[in-house]
């Protein structure tokens, strides 16, 4: 079953900040967060594993409440270059590492 | 420099007509995946692969068709079976993906209007 992402679209001013959130019914194994512009390929932004291993930009925060099945992704002083769609990946716990992606987050910065 | 790459970037097909969309990769990983893009949907896995001449159905692999007889590519055949293939279709890779802690690496996408 699809994660589900809140907010489904956010806009900010340069240098405000944002949370994406991402929820699944399902028991985790691990949590991918991507980022899109449009019309472009997704690019990876970090991973967290059940046990509280991350691997990603160190630009870049989030958390995994594994108890919540959630995760949480953390813009702080947000740049223009920061806009696009962001997706949540879960990895269900028992299904054979299966990605599977939430509907997106659309985030825009403006001046 | 290594990478994905999928042709062509749009492609425009007859609805009844049988189309084949091409992934490479020179990353040298054995899993490769493909993606359908919807607008507000996100990505969901068509078919994935986790070796040569071994692949499996993702979750809408209905109308859809692959092959893997090498480890750099994996083509993806939209049939007419297919009863929407209007989309944007991405293929991508990783480190095999049991482990589920490597990153995929996508590629640029192709986008597919059947008239």
């Known amino acids: 079953q699809q994660p589900v992402q809140s907010p489904q679209a956010v806009i900010l001013r340069e240098g405000e900040d944002a949370v994406i959130n991402c929820s699944s019914s399902k028991a985790l194994y691990s949590v991918h967060w991507y980022r899109q512009k449009h019309g472009e390929a997704p690019v990876f932004l970090m991973i967290l594993l059940k046990g509280g291993e991350q691997k990603g930009h160190d630009k870049i925060s989030a958390s995994f409440n594994e108890k919540k099945q959630q995760s949480s992704l953390y813009l702080t002083a947000s740049q223009l270059s920061y806009s696009g769609t962001y997706f949540c990946g879960t990895v269900p716990v028992g299904e054979g590492g299966k990605l599977i992606f939430g509907q997106g987050t659309e985030l825009s910065v403006k001046p | 420099d290594g990478g994905i790459t999928q042709s062509p970037k749009y492609l425009f097909r007859k609805e009844g007509q049988n189309v084949t969309l091409s992934c490479e990769q020179n990353?040298?990983?054995?899993?490769m995946y493909w993606y359908r893009q919807d607008p507000g949907q996100g990505l969901r896995l068509i078919y994935y692969s986790q070796i040569v001449n071994d692949f499996q159905k993702g979750d809408i692999a209905e109308g859809y068709s692959v092959s893997r007889e090498k480890k750099e590519s994996f083509p993806l055949t939209v049939t007419s079976a297919q009863k929407n293939p209007t989309a944007f279709y991405l293929c991508?890779?990783?480190?095999?993906?049991?482990?589920?802690?490597?990153?995929?690496?996508f590629g640029p996408g192709t986008r597919l209007t059947v008239l």
């Open positions: 990353l040298n990983h054995d899993a």
């Open positions: 991508a890779s990783s480190i095999p993906w049991r482990e589920a802690t490597n990153e995929q690496f």
